[in-house]
């Protein structure tokens, strides 16, 4: 029944992405409710700017990591580097994710603070691969102003708060903003359901970062390039293993790729610029391996994404299985946009936010 559902939800998937590329049949029929979905986004805004609906400041100065492009742009890997170079730059970062907290008892939203022992099916895979990496405090919840208050409460040191997502949570106000893009660009520029986007492209934000190899036209002249670069594989039965990415081109050596990120083409085109071929599976984003989909595969080795290993780590069949191994990434940014980021927080600095 899983894989069924799997399978359904992949096949869905695949007819949408491929019809928000351009503006073709189906894209246009489903184009009127687009201008719905515009219409009730817009008022949203509105009543907030007019103040109808209130929003919260905090005492700290908020980042928003976000993206109006549905599905996985590679915040996390961004997310995870504004943490490291805020640090850098004298900040105690905080980190705040929608994840997977449930409902209280109450009926109210529940925040939950990410621990080592926290399960991915409860806080998330991103949140735990943020923590791990990030070594910051990180808080889940659906209300990212309860998330945020409960990582201050518990965190009186934080002095700057990152929001793993949330453009579109307008109740939680920001100083800065970070759209995130990929080689998807804006697709085929219509909002959703006719078209990929949350938001119109024309959105106003104070940075755009598309992680590709190159910037397309549709994306403003001052974007700045993000990519992914991984180097070795770590084996997830022994993180003790490691091996260069490059040893992995042995042409005798079967090879399989597995990703369940918002964009699996994404991994699979990492590797082959490395010069790997291989068997590529893409699995749903957010994948929960209850299923296991390496028991059927041949290959000598399977390699796998970071965000991932973090749930396939607390598998006990999986995590014994030699042949998977992980795949690292580093986000490499154009080092204009921690200067700017930089002397921004340094005038936030001067005038309190709240």
């Known amino acids: 029944m899983a894989t069924s559902k799997s399978t359904v939800r992949n096949s869905t998937e695949s007819i949408l992405g491929a019809a928000w590329q351009r503006r073709g049949l189906l894209a246009c029929l489903l184009w009127p409710l687009s201008l719905l979905f515009r219409f009730v986004g817009a008022l949203r805004r509105g009543l907030y700017a ?17 993206n109006i492009f ?26 705040i994710s929608r994840g997977y907290a449930s409902q209280s008892t109450d009926g109210k939203p529940s925040v939950q603070h990410v621990a080592d022992t926290s399960l991915a099916a409860d806080v998330g895979d991103e949140p735990l691969l943020i923590a791990m990496h990030g070594q910051c405090p990180v808080v889940v919840g659906r209300d990212r102003v309860a998330a945020a208050e409960a990582l201050l ?9 990152l929001s793993d997502d949330g453009l579109q949570h ?13 080689s998807r660009g804006v697709g085929n520029g219509w909002l959703l359901p006719a078209g990929p986007l949350r938001e119109p492209a024309s959105r106003r934000r104070d940075f755009t970062v598309v992680n590709a190899a190159s910037i397309s036209s549709s994306m403003p002249a001052s974007s700045i390039r993000m990519q992914l670069a991984g180097e070795h594989v770590v084996q997830l039965a022994d993180p003790a293993q490691v091996r260069l990415l490059s040893d992995l081109r042995d042409p005798a050596l079967r090879l399989a790729a597995a990703a369940g990120i918002g964009n699996p083409q994404r991994f699979f085109s990492m590797l082959s610029a490395s010069g790997l071929a291989f068997e590529a599976l893409a ?14 595969l041949t290959a000598d080795l399977i390699l796998i994404t970071e965000k991932d290993a973090v749930k396939c780590r607390q598998i006990e069949t999986i995590m014994r299985d030699p042949r998977i191994w992980v795949v690292p990434v580093t986000a490499r940014i154009d080092p204009a946009l921690s200067h700017q980021i930089h002397q921004i927080l340094e005038k936030l600095r001067g005038h309190p936010t709240a």
């Open 283 to 296: 699995l749903p984003d957010h994948y929960d391996f209850s299923d296991n989909p390496f028991a059927a």
């Open 170 to 182: 307008y109740r939680l106000q920001r100083d800065i903003e970070i759209m995130l893009f990929d």
């Open 50 to 66: 007019v103040g109808w609906l209130r929003s919260t400041r905090l005492p700290v100065p908020v980042i928003v990591v976000g």
């Open 153 to 161: 409460q518990g965190h009186p040191e934080v002095n700057l708060i």
């Open 70 to 95: 549905v599905g996985g742009t590679g915040k996390t890997p961004l997310t995870i580097w504004l943490v490291q170079m805020l640090r850098q730059a004298g900040y105690v970062p905080g980190v």
